[in-house]
């Protein structure tokens, strides 16, 4: 283990603006004495905006507008940061320029993913590029490097998996030795498949590029900083009264993030898991806090978790034939949710009928019901809520329903979800 390098990443929020340049400077200042890896997202909400560049193009409207946006949006941050002769204004058109031909591209249904990764990379890459020149600015030396030198990945677009061997020599071969001497600034979220086209990894895919590279490289811990003191037991944007965990073990933490916890990407906790390397999440409004300690070795808990996933759709697929349920049929519906890349946040069973809870992404629903509308009566209902609790105290549930309509409801040792909405 390489007991010199700590994997840091800076999530959306951490470098969303000026100030919080300003403030990413100054977290860093006295953290640099050891060489670090750190790895960062699009900056604020720019993953949004380039998606509403996409839904342009889809609609084959006029993004220019749009685009406009996302480039004054970061010429403006740089405005404020740098003084007036810095070349960085001018590095961001280039690499702003080097997006026409995907921007030139046609888009459907057909290529929506393929596309959709060439160009939303574009908000790491310009993040990395405004926050290495702004350190670099301030006397903090980093080295700016691409994360598709390394992150080596399949082809399936928005959701690429990782081809672990390679990314491990890569990382090795390309970086152990730089990082000996040198902090390197690198991109969170995206890789590259075998044609060299670039692939993203999911949304909110940051994290995980962390912990790739943490296990590639053997680092001895990980820390992600949010706008949080550290990993609470529900949001506190939406639940009062929430409580900071100061540890938990690797398998509570993943769970948490299978039912939708957004404080860590899913996929982060398994590869440090095995490797035994320690997940810190602390806040960079409060550098000093003591945070949350991610590790095999934490003491147990009771405290309920709580976790609400918006804009989930019900869809319920119903026998034709009066025949009853078989694994057949929970097999067709699954192969479909495998090939458009859609996850069933609950599921449930009945004599005739196979219900379940998925995400809402655009154009996923009407594919998943016109392949299966030959085999299935099938019914659906959107813009709804789907609440988890781990480790429930039955008494509390009640409050939490004030208000809403059940749907669906779900009950075991451990766990309680509700689809529900609004009345």
């Known amino acids: 283990m390489n007991r010199t390098l700590h994997v840091y990443k800076f999530g959306g929020a951490s470098v969303k603006d000026a100030a919080a340049l300003l403030n990413l400077h100054t977290l860093l200042q006295s953290r640099l004495q050891t060489n670090k890896l750190i790895v960062v997202s699009a900056m604020g909400k720019t993953t949004n905006a380039l998606e509403a560049v996409l839904a342009k193009k889809l609609e084959q409207g006029d993004f220019s507008k ?49 596309v959709y990764d060439q160009l939303i990379c574009y908000g790491e890459l ?43 020599n890569a990382c090795q071969n390309h970086w152990a030795d730089l990082l000996e001497h040198q902090t390197i600034l690198t991109q969170g979220f995206i890789g590259i498949d075998p044609l060299g086209r670039t692939t993203t990894l999911g949304r909110e895919g940051s994290d995980f590029t962390a912990a790739i590279l943490a296990t ?37 933490a993943a769970e948490m993030t299978y039912f939708g916890a957004s404080v860590i990407h899913p996929k982060t906790i398994k590869p440090l898991a095995n490797a035994g390397i320690p ?26 978790t709580l976790v609400l996933k918006k804009s989930q759709v019900l869809v319920s697929f119903k026998v034709t034939d009066f025949t009853f349920i078989e694994e057949k ?20 069973l009945s004599a005739i009928t196979v219900s379940l809870v998925v995400d809402t992404q655009l154009f996923k629903l009407e594919q998943l019901v ?54």
């Not at 980093?142 to 990782?162: C, E, G, N, P, Y």
């Open 66 to 114: 749009e685009w406009k946006q996302i480039k004054d949006f970061h010429i403006g941050v740089c405005e404020e940061l740098f003084p007036t002769a810095h070349p960085v204004i001018e590095k961001i058109e280039q690499l702003l320029d080097t997006a026409q031909p995907i921007l030139d591209l046609p888009i459907s249904k057909t290529n929506y993913d393929e």
């Open 279 to 304: 997940l810190f999440v602390k806040s960079f409004l409060d550098p000093e806090g003591a945070g949350t300690k991610i590790h095999e070795h934490a003491a147990s808990h009771e405290v309920p």
């Open 216 to 252: 590639s490289l053997d680092a001895e811990s990980v820390t992600i900083w949010k706008d949080v003191p550290g990993v609470l037991n529900a949001d506190p944007k939406l639940f009062p009264n929430t409580q900071k965990f100061e540890e938990l073990r690797y398998r509570e």
């Open 329 to 348: 049929h929970i097999h067709a519906i699954y192969e479909k949710l495998k090939e458009l890349k859609l996850r069933a946040n609950m599921l449930q």
């Open 370 to 423: 016109e392949s299966l509308k030959s085999s299935f009566e099938i019914r659906y209902n959107e813009d709804l809520e789907l609440l988890t609790i781990l480790k429930p105290k039955t008494a509390e549930i009640p409050a939490l329903m004030e208000g809403y309509v059940v749907l669906l409801e779900q009950t075991t040792r451990t766990t309680y979800q509700a689809v529900r909405r609004k009345k």
């Open 126 to 168: 310009l993040s990395s590029l405004v926050v290495s020149e702004y350190l670099n600015f301030k006397g903090l030396s980093l080295a700016w490097q691409d994360a598709r030198t390394v992150i080596h990945t399949d082809s399936d677009f928005r959701f690429a998996k990782i081809d672990w061997e390679k990314t491990r």
